[in-house]
Each structure stands twice: as structure tokens, then as C-alpha cells.
């Protein structure tokens, strides 16, 4: 009996566990599968509802359609989660495709709509993305007053870009069949009827659900016609994203792709404050404010405070203060800290309700090393026509000793590039240019020489030398066997070093053909588009158009590799080149005092060359000078 008794008082609190456990999982379900409220168009111009807002082409931002900031864009609970959401020619396009035209935006308010036009001048296509906010989410269409172009068809298409790092280690479901978001790109690839490459989908079908276990990450697309396919755009380029595409039917016009988009929102869900400071630190003399950003929907605590690091790890209060209202801007709202009052030495975070900085310093010694980096590893890596090694590391191999060949005229090239009705030089359309194949900078982000950027650059570094005569010595570079070794130093202060490494160059143009160039860039958008070692973009041998493709006689190659030098000139250009020429060669007097007569003699030249006769202006891009 007392074993019954026993058995049946288990059975009841197993049946009061379930229970709890079964009302806990319903509770926990109904959060996590808790319905979006209405989106409705705000003063901004865009959709919005707590946790989730759509934007319609609020952002025009983009020469070249791959910086993700147009078309089509969703920010979820705080995170630009997907973006470029428009018409494109490819499945997943790659910097430098095809791009439309924006024509007029029309924000309707009584109807709760945005509708964007835009055109593909080349194809003669019109068309319109319009987004209407419904009580289930957002409804996108795809208008065309024609149907598509027969150059078109089966080529254009909707796509929408989502953020692959929203979604690494999360599932989909296409169709009620799972899926795992790729970690790495991965496969599979075919050729195109155009002979190009481009990943076929990891799914396709009429409904898809993004991390459906994610509350914070879960969004569905719905297409009402016409399949979705989801592509994965990293196998193309490196900062490709995954896609949600739908092709545009041929020989239809009106509404030809119809979406339904909705995301889940968290119940009074409120982006943490964001604190901003000084990494680097403060001086103790200097004003010391932090500014907090905060979401719209917050109630923040009315004061922060300055928390003092000790040695064993306590953190000492040493300033409270209430913030002072800054006001709204953009999607937040803002608020300011000041602790100008704290001079006190030492190490600090600073606290904002439950938000905590990393720590940082206030010393009086604070900025004595900040710019020592930039010095000792930004430059030296940017070195271009140099062998750049760091202890075991190379950073790069010798790079462009094929430089140049001169660009042919009325050519509008990529990044900005182009060239005129004259060269301005004696050369002829890709005849090699001897001279150029020294000193410069690598521009940020790319691998060709800008003009413009170069004698800015040797402009400021002349300017901090003049005013603190920076001795520092940790880079050891050779010109004459175009070696640098960072960390070892060679006895000479290195930012006369990279004044000497960016005159070079300036001096070499005015040598080369008489007048500054725009610069130096890769004749390919593959070579373009190259990541890594930029000593393996050119073969580094002076292309000879007599040898066939890939044949070499050691001296110079077929290969038509070498980038190209746009030369029309340009009187801003010149006189921008010129004025660093000159600070150049008061830097350098005394250090290598024929260079430092050089600079001044070409400075001198060409300045009276200017003033003999009419300004030449040539302005295409950021290359000429302004």
C-alpha cells in the first residue's frame, strides 16, 4: 500500500511538472512567435514599428552598387539585417555590375506607401518598387509599365541582401524543408549562357523563413507569384552577402513580382545605450565628454558615472553627473557626459545604467605614442614598388615593377579614372612609360597610385615634421634594393623616410612626361578586385606587345597585365603636386639633400610653366585636382 501511495504522489508531481514545464514552453512560444505591430511611415520617411523598420531607397549611396546602403533595407531589433533589396542583372551581383538609375521616390502617407522609380538607361527599362505597409507586415511589388526587355529576360530579377553574419550558425526553411546558412562560402557554381560564373540556389521555393529559432533574427518572405531562390553572393566576392531573388517573368507588365515581408519584434524590445568616448584616452587639461546614444523608446537613468580601476580591480567612484540632453538625430536620441571636472591620472570605464566601457586612460603622457602605429605599420604596408617584410611575416613582395603603360585617350575608366581628348605626353596608347615604378602609397582600400593622394599625404608628413621633429626610428627601409623591415630600425627617422618614399614618385611623373598625373591604376576589374599580396596582380615585367600571351624573354612578357597611367593634364593637379614638392624640400634638406635640390628645381619649373599660359582643366572624378 505504501508503495502505491509512494508511486501515486510521483505520478502527481510528474503530472504538475509537465504541466509547468508545457505552460512554460507555451509562454516562452507565444514571445518568441509574437506578431509584428503595424508598420506606419514616420517623419523620416521610412517604416517603422518597434524593433523593425523597412526602409524604400532612403539611401541613394552607391557609384558602384556593392557599399549595401540602397534600395530595399530592413533594420531589425537595431541591426541592418538585409539591404540592396531592388531589381539586378545578376543572381548575385559583384561590385562594378550593372546598377539602375533612381528617377523620383513618392512617399504616399494617407496610403501608408513608398514607391521608388528607376531605370536601366542601357535597356530602355523602366520600372517601379513599391512598399505598402499591411496589417501582416509589408507587401513589395516589382511594377512595369512594359513587359522586360528580350535582352532581359531571365536575367532580371528582385533580389534582396541579407547580412551573413546575422544569420552564421541558424537555420531556414524553404518550403517547411530545413536548412543550415552556410559558415563559409560553399558551393554550387555553374557557367552562364554569358560563360560567367555564378552560384546556383541552396533553395528555392514560395516561402521562406529566416531563423525561425531566432526571435530576434526571424523574418519570412512570402512570394506571391513566381518562385524564390536563395543564393549564397560570398561565392562571388568577398563582401557578398546572402541573396532572396526572384526572376521577372518575360512578357508581363503590371505587378510581376509580388513579396510579402514579415519580421517578428520582441514586446518592448529597446536597443541598450551606446557609449561613445575616447579610446585613446584624455589628457587631463582637456575637455572629456562622452556622448550616449539612445534608443527613441528608452527611459535611461538621468545620471553616469566615472569609475576609477585600482590595481587589485576595485572600481572606485570618482564623478557622478546627470547627462545633458543633446536632442534627436537620425533614428536615436542623444545625451552628453562631461567628467571635464577629472585630472586625476589613472584608469577609468565609464558606467550608464547597465552599460560599461572598456577602460581607458587619463595621463598627461596619453597622445605620446597614439600616432606611433600609423607610422610604424599603416605606411610601411602601403608602400608601393617595395619588398615589405615584419619579422616572419611578409607583408607584401615587390609590387608594379611593370608600371606603366599610358591609358588611351577619351576612356572613362573605373574608380573614378579617365582620360582625355590628349595624353599630354609622347607616349602612345599602352606604350610602356618608363620611371614610374617607384615611391608612392597603395590608396586605402585599393592598389593604384592617386595623385592627389600621394602629395597630401607627403604634405601633412612634412607638416609634422616641421612642427615636432619625429626622430622615431623602428622601420628599416632601402630604396635602392626596395627592401623595408618593420621593427628593425636603420638609423634614419622614418618620417623623413616616407616623405623621401612619396616624393619619389611625385618627382618621377614630372620626369616621366613633364606635368603630375592622375595616377596609376590596374587596367582589369579583376585585377581590381584582388585581396592579398598585391606583388601577384602583375607579373612585374614590362609588357612587350611583340611576345604572344604569357611568353616572357625575361625581361619583359605578353602578358597584358601592367596597369595603366592616366596623363592629361590637369593645372590643379599640378599645382597640388608642386606645393609638396616644395615642403618637400625643406624636409628633406639635410637628410638627402639631392632630392631635397630635385624637388625644389621641378616645384620652381613648373610653376613658371603654369603661369606661361592658360589653366588646363580636365575634372573627371576625385583624380584631377580641384
Avoid at 74 to 80: S, Y
Avoid at 159 to 166: D, G, I, K, R, V
Wanted: neutral net charge.
Amino acid at each position: 500500500m505504501k508503495f502505491l501511495t509512494s508511486l501515486a504522489g510521483k505520478r502527481r508531481w510528474l503530472t504538475y511538472f509537465f504541466l509547468f514545464g508545457l505552460l512554460t514552453t507555451l509562454s516562452l512560444s507565444a514571445y518568441s512567435q509574437a506578431t509584428p505591430a503595424r508598420l506606419s511611415l514616420n517623419k523620416s520617411g521610412y517604416f517603422e514599428t518597434r524593433g523593425w523598420n523597412l526602409l524604400n531607397f532612403s539611401n541613394r549611396y552607391g557609384l558602384f552598387g556593392d557599399e549595401k546602403a540602397s534600395g530595399v533595407e530592413i533594420i531589425h531589433h537595431g541591426v541592418r539585417t538585409a539591404t540592396n533589396g531592388d531589381v539586378r542583372l545578376d543572381a548575385t551581383p559583384e561590385q562594378w555590375d550593372s546598377i539602375p538609375q533612381v528617377i523620383r521616390r513618392n512617399v504616399n502617407r494617407e496610403a501608408n506607401s513608398i514607391e521608388t522609380f528607376l531605370k536601366y538607361g542601357a535597356f530602355d527599362f523602366t520600372y517601379s518598387i513599391k512598399t505598402i505597409a499591411t496589417p501582416n507586415g509589408m507587401s513589395i511589388t516589382v511594377n512595369l509599365d512594359k513587359p522586360l526587355p528580350k535582352a532581359l529576360e531571365g536575367r532580371a530579377g528582385f533580389n534582396l541582401e541579407f547580412l551573413p553574419s546575422a544569420y552564421f550558425h541558424k537555420t531556414y526553411l524553404m518550403d517547411g524543408k530545413s536548412g543550415v546558412f552556410p559558415l563559409y562560402p560553399s558551393g554550387p557554381m555553374s557557367l552562364n549562357r554569358w560563360g560567367q560564373t555564378e552560384p546556383q540556389p541552396l533553395a528555392a521555393g514560395t516561402s521562406l523563413v529566416l531563423a525561425p529559432e531566432d526571435a530576434e533574427r526571424r523574418i519570412t518572405l512570402r512570394s506571391n507569384a513566381g518562385s524564390m531562390a536563395l543564393y549564397d553572393g560570398r561565392n562571388k566576392a568577398q563582401n557578398g552577402w546572402y541573396v532572396v531573388r526572384t526572376l521577372i517573368p518575360a512578357n508581363q507588365s503590371g505587378a510581376v513580382i509580388s513579396w510579402t515581408v514579415s519580421a517578428n519584434t520582441i514586446p518592448g524590445w529597446t536597443r541598450e545605450p551606446m557609449i561613445a568616448y575616447s579610446q585613446v584616452g584624455y589628457h587631463p587639461t582637456q575637455r572629456k565628454v562622452a556622448v550616449v546614444e539612445l534608443d527613441p523608446n528608452d527611459t535611461p537613468p538621468a545620471a553616469a558615472r566615472l569609475l576609477k580601476v585600482s590595481a587589485d580591480g576595485r572600481l572606485t567612484e570618482k564623478y557622478r553627473s546627470a547627462t545633458k540632453p543633446w536632442g534627436p538625430y537620425l533614428r536615436y536620441r542623444y545625451t552628453t557626459f562631461d567628467f571635464t571636472a577629472i585630472k586625476e591620472e589613472g584608469v577609468y570605464v565609464i558606467e550608464y545604467g547597465k552599460q560599461r566601457t572598456t577602460p581607458f586612460r587619463i595621463d598627461a603622457d596619453v597622445y605620446a605614442s597614439a600616432w606611433q602605429p600609423t607610422l610604424d605599420i599603416y605606411f610601411p604596408v602601403a608602400m608601393d614598388h617595395m619588398f615589405v617584410k615584419e619579422a616572419y611575416r611578409v607583408w607584401h613582395g615587390y609590387s608594379h615593377g611593370d608600371d606603366a603603360l599610358q591609358a588611351p585617350n577619351n576612356h572613362v575608366h573605373f574608380d573614378l579614372y579617365a582620360q582625355g581628348a590628349t595624353s599630354g605626353t609622347k607616349y602612345k596608347p599602352f606604350e610602356h612609360i618608363p620611371g614610374l615604378n617607384v615611391g608612392g602609397w597603395y590608396d586605402a582600400g585599393d592598389f593604384d597610385i592617386r595623385t592627389q593622394t600621394v602629395y597630401a599625404v607627403v604634405m601633412s608628413l612634412v607638416q609634422s615634421w616641421e612642427a615636432f621633429r619625429l626622430t622615431r626610428d623602428e622601420t628599416s627601409i632601402n630604396q635602392q634594393t626596395r627592401m623595408v623591415n618593420i621593427h628593425v630600425p636603420d638609423g634614419k627617422p622614418d618620417l623623413l623616410q616616407q616623405i623621401e618614399h612619396g616624393t619619389m614618385q611625385l618627382l618621377a611623373q614630372h620626369k616621366a612626361v613633364g606635368h603630375a598625373i592622375h595616377g596609376i591604376v590596374e587596367a582589369h576589374l579583376s585585377q581590381y578586385t584582388h585581396l592579398g599580396d598585391a606583388s601577384t596582380k602583375t607579373d612585374n615585367l614590362v609588357y612587350n606587345p611583340r611576345l604572344d600571351t604569357l611568353e616572357s624573354d625575361g625581361f619583359t612578357s605578353g602578358t597584358f597585365d601592367d596597369r595603366w597611367a592616366f596623363t592629361t593634364k590637369s593645372t590643379p593637379l599640378n599645382y597640388g603636386s608642386i606645393a609638396a614638392l616644395a615642403a618637400a624640400s625643406r624636409a628633406l634638406k639635410g637628410y638627402n639633400d639631392t632630392l631635397a635640390t630635385d624637388c625644389l628645381q621641378t616645384a620652381t619649373r613648373v610653376w613658371e610653366e603654369e603661369h606661361s599660359h592658360a589653366p588646363d582643366i580636365f575634372y573627371h572624378g576625385n583624380t584631377t585636382g580641384g
